[in-house]
């Protein structure tokens, strides 16, 4: 079954996004952890996009699409704009990032902590960026 | 999203973070810290537990005042995380750099 949402480009939308991931994962059984985890996950690559990519520009869309498999979830954030490939990445050492004092950084290590599989589709003048995550139904 | 309360309680900063902090509010628990931490106090509780939600913008912001904890030798203590809450600090490892517990009483105890 395939879900779809899509919202303007600006960072009060952010918690639409984490209702609609978290409504639509309520559906099929996963742990209230799980669930929890990969909305921050799935927050942590729009957040990145509406402020890296689109500058927290509201005339700006982006579209998040959810793949429910028997064995995993799919979920892909869609973009007009190309997305920063988190796989080529090199996350900061914790160390550095707290004696320098930046607020940034660690988001990108959530997603990679949490994720089974990144991916960066391109086709269709679209940018995608595919997080799959393998699913533990709870009993 | 974010509601911030402070309070100045026998010789502590309490500072009581509510709702959910995200990209979007992290900036008011940022102010808050800032304000919490020169207040002069040598000793800030912070009262998660109701707090709902929290993303890497939250954590990036208790992670940027570490060092200055250290360096002014201020004791703080965070208390009352949600399950869910909690293991976002696990995740990064961040439970092992902050001192957090379960309970207020804990955390006073912590800091008596």
């Given at each position: 079954?395939i ?22 994962l ?26 890296h990519?689109?500058g ?7 579209r ?8 995993r ?13 988190i ?28 994720m ?11 940018y ?12 | ?17 509510q709702?959910?902090?995200d ?8 102010n ?7 207040a ?5 509780m ?13 954590l990036g ?39 957090i517990?379960?309970t207020?009483k ?7």
């Amino acid at each position: 079954m395939i879900y779809r949402f899509k919202t303007r480009c600006a960072k009060d939308n952010l918690k639409n996004i984490r209702d609609f991931v978290d409504e639509t994962l309520q559906q099929h059984g996963l742990s209230e952890l799980d669930i929890s985890t990969i909305v921050l996950a799935v927050d942590e690559v729009c957040a990145n996009l509406i402020i890296h990519t689109h500058g927290c520009d509201d005339t700006h869309e982006l579209r998040l699409a959810i793949n429910v498999k028997d064995d995993r979830i799919e979920f892909d954030i869609i973009d007009n704009s190309e997305i920063f490939n988190i796989n080529t990445y090199k996350a900061p050492d914790l160390d550095e990032i707290i004696r320098s004092g930046r607020k940034g950084g660690v988001g990108l290590i959530l997603v990679k902590r949490i994720m089974d599989k990144i991916e960066f589709l391109t086709g269709d003048k679209r940018y995608i960026c595919r997080l799959t995550k393998k699913i533990r139904l709870s009993a | 999203m974010v509601s911030i309360t402070r309070t100045s309680e026998d010789g502590k900063e309490v500072m009581q973070v509510q709702g959910e902090v995200d990209a979007s509010s992290s900036i008011e628990l940022d102010n808050a810290m800032k304000e919490a931490l020169s207040a002069g106090q040598s000793k800030v509780m912070i009262d998660c537990t109701q707090l709902e939600y929290i993303s890497s913008a939250g954590l990036g912001v208790f992670m940027s005042y570490l060092e200055e904890i250290r360096s002014k030798d201020i004791s703080l203590v965070i208390y009352g995380l949600r399950p869910k809450v909690a293991h976002v600090f696990e995740i990064l490892g961040l439970d092992q750099l902050l001192e957090i517990k379960d309970t207020r009483k804990e955390a006073e105890a912590y800091l008596a």
